[in-house]
């Protein structure tokens, strides 16, 4: 590249530019990277809407986790803005209907009560247990850096985060619409946004790549920063 991408890292539920400390770093010869703060905006598509009107003309785009669906909703609004797309650890289907819908909404909200009463240390340990494969629950660096990010966030966030994420759109449609080079990745432990979700993006996806990270769970790009830094730059680059 003669240039410098301009690219638009998008942090997920709670999270903020720590998840992708690595892959700025590794990345920054080819790629400026911006990495947004979602604040109080309450919906997706207010979030989609903040991005576009702080972003460059023309941008690369990567989402992590509720940061895909942003990067989804984004797409949505403004395809010709967006040079590149990277979801990762994500989903594009929206909140089921029936009981499904109705144990996620309930869990969520369990979650934001602990987090009312104990604080938001004691809701991000319980949290993480479905967050991380077993194997990196004694990841001592790695689970505190997870919690301190948690942490900076207030239950007040949480909440408002919990109902943009309970609200999102279905981005199915999008999927098929998506004409720029495209990286969908996730880990093979993912079990929130299992490989099988991803392998059926990438196939709706008309230019994409799917890459599906061993030995890693929902938090990929601090799990295994490496090799989703090489992912990107391939993506990047190709």
Known sequence: MSEKTHLVLLPGFLCDRTVWEH?????SDLADCTVPDWGTLDSLT???????????????LAGHSMGGRVAMQLY????????????MNTGAIPR????????????????????????????????????????RQTDTELVESILRMFERKSPDMFEIQMEALLARPDAVPVLSQIDC?????????DVWSPPARHQEMAAAIPA??????????????????AEVAQAMRAWLDG
């Open 208 to 225: 994409s790549q799917l890459v599906l990270v061993p030995r890693c769970g929902h938090m990929s790009t601090m799990e295994r920063p």
């Open 96 to 135: 089921d209907p029936g009981p499904a819908g109705q144990n996620e909404e309930r869990e969520r909200r369990a979650l934001l009560a602990l987090a009312r009463v104990h604080g938001m240390r004691a809701m991000a340990v319980e949290w993480l247990s479905g967050m991380l494969p077993p194997y």
């Open 181 to 189: 080079p495209a990286l969908v990745l996730t880990g093979c432990d």
């Open 76 to 87: 949505r609004l403004a395809p010709h803005r967006v040079e590149r797309i990277a979801l």
């Open 23 to 27: 892959q700025i770093e590794a990345l």
């Open 46 to 60: 207010a979030m989609a809407e903040a991005v576009l009107h702080a972003a460059p003309e023309r941008f690369a």
